[in-house]
């Protein structure tokens, strides 16, 4: 049993000020496997004290002391590979080979990669006019992560802050906190100066309430639902706090008439499955060309045995349980709102896989005969369900491609370069994969439209815990 009953403030474990328990458990056996406290409004208070006691002398460090600190963080990390491997398993219930190859590895890039930016990295700027245009930390910043993916969300934000010689307090998802408190250990031991990087476990009610209405924190990241950025915005409205979000999706998958549809198939179910659907850049509407339908979900049916749900801890296994059994209830219940609305299941469907009645898992789904104005389509469902849409010609499929609230993500299969230009340069969101490449951790990372604001990631989400301060006539 994982108990960690303190916060970690100032650079030490320290008592919670308040008295109730948060049990966590892992998904895939129901079973409680660790305890945290539920941080206090206190908690938070010390906590932001310490980050803003911190700020002046961290603001102060060299970009070459930050690259250094950052490649430090980075070697502590790798020290802590299985720890951090097996604590993912457990309470995010990600099978094994993607909590190493995924999960832990995402974490590691961005501090590694936050480093590589900040060697070329330019913080002073000489313009004409004796001008100099001069980036400078935003100052304290909270810290706000889910469940998902608990290492990547917190790593990118830390990574980013660091470099930018920010000091922080992260509150990560009370659903898996241990993959963060490993991460306070990792700081600790890479000797980050004190206060530099506080932890405040907790719910959203009290701490996340407390750090987006907070007078003393300067900026709030926020990754998580929409509705609670919504709240996050308005809250921070009050100190006219700076906000960046990274929320939901409804990302497209164009698949085009060129392009082999074994091949496609593989690429949409990936997709849509990685991570049990708990992915917020999961390509969850799949365009298919009208001709190409039967061929395209013949190929699916082919391919979806290949990825085998089960427990996390063999192998073996692709997808893992949900999260929760809220989140089993969620996915069961947008299931079912697809067939009312007349769509057709090739694959799957409602209850949990046969023989497996503990754990939060659900069947992989396949819809097809979807229309893109169907709940199913439009609204974000966060578990492995596809919603195959066709279309007639490729303006169509960008009309589809675009009709969401959303924009996290796009991707496009094809062989004719052109057309792939095309759509790529058509679809409204923030990062377009084509025919299934892999993630590049220098590319900015965000939303356009109600997915969110500001972007993560390499350059781009250092430049997010930056001010930019005008030095008119000066003269060197
Ligand atoms: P959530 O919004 O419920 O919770 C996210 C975090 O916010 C948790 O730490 C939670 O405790 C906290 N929180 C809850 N209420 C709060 C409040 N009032 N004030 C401040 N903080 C509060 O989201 P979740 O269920 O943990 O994660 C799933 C959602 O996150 C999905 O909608 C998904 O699309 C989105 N997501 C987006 C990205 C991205 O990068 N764009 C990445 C992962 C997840």
């Not at 310490?50 to 980075?74: D, G, H, V, Y």
């Not at 920010?166 to 659903?175: D, G, R, Y």
């Not at 229309?371 to 007639?392: H, L, R």
């Not at 409204?428 to 220098?442: L, T």
Request: net charge negative.
């Amino acid at each position: 049993m994982r108990k960690q009953l303190k916060h970690f403030i100032n650079g030490e474990w320290v008592e919670s000020t308040g008295s109730t328990i948060i049990d966590v458990i892992n998904p895939a056996t129901e079973e409680v496997i660790g305890q945290i406290s539920d941080g206090t409004r206190e908690d938070l208070d010390k906590a932001v004290a310490a980050a803003r006691a911190a700020f002046p002398s961290f603001s102060q460090t060299t970009k070459e002391e930050r690259i250094e600190l950052l490649n430090r963080i980075a070697d502590e990390y790798e020290k802590r590979k299985d720890d951090l491997v097996e604590v993912i398993t457990q309470e995010l219930g990600s099978p094994l080979p993607m909590s190493e190859r995924t999960h832990y590895s995402m974490g590691l890039a961005h501090f590694r990669q936050a480093a590589k930016e900040l060697e070329t990295f330019e913080f002073n700027e000489k313009r004409p006019n004796n001008t100099v245009v001069r980036k400078e930390p935003i100052g304290v910043s909270g810290l706000i992560t889910p469940w998902n993916f608990p290492t990547n969300q917190t790593s990118t934000k830390l990574a980013s802050a660091f470099a930018a010689g920010c000091t922080v307090i992260l509150k990560p998802s009370e659903l898996t906190p241990f993959a963060a408190i490993i991460l306070a250990e990792v700081f600790q031991a890479a000797g980050l100066p004190k206060g530099v990087f506080n932890l405040v476990n907790g719910t959203g009610e009290v701490v996340g309430n407390g750090i987006s209405s907070h007078p003393d924190i300067d900026l709030v990241s926020f990754t998580g639902s929409g509705a609670v950025g919504q709240k996050i915005t308005e809250n921070a409205a009050k100190t006219i706090k700076k906000v960046a979000l990274e929320l939901g999706g409804k990302s497209p998958l164009v698949v085009l008439d060129d392009f082999d549809m074994k091949k496609a198939a593989q690429i949409a179910v990936t997709n849509v499955v990685f991570n049990s659907g708990q992915v917020c850049t999961a390509a969850t509407r799949t365009l298919v060309p009208k001709s190409k339908h039967d061929e395209f979900i013949e190929a699916v049916k082919a391919v979806l045995p290949n990825y085998r749900v089960g427990d996390p801890q063999d192998g073996t296994n692709f997808l893992g349980p949900l999260i929760s059994e809220q989140q089993y209830e969620r996915v069961q219940g947008y299931i079912e709102k697809g067939i009312e609305e007349g769509a057709t299941i090739v694959e799957g469907g409602t209850g949990k896989p046969e023989g497996m009645e503990k754990g939060y898992y659900v069947k992989p789904t396949v819809f097809t005969n979807v229309k893109n104005d169907m709940v199913i389509a439009q609204e974000e469902i966060f578990g492995p369900v596809m919603s195959v849409i066709t279309y007639e010609n490729i303006d169509e499929a960008i009309e589809i491609a675009n009709d969401t609230i959303y924009g996290l993500a796009g991707y496009v299969v094809g062989e004719d370069q052109e057309t792939v230009q095309k759509v790529a340069n058509s679809i409204r969101a923030g990062r377009i994969i084509v025919n299934g490449a892999s993630g590049d951790f220098s590319a900015p990372f965000g939303g356009y439209k109600q997915s969110g604001i500001g972007r993560e990631w390499g350059d781009y989400g250092i430049e997010e815990y930056l001010e930019v301060k005008s030095v008119v006539g000066i003269s060197s």
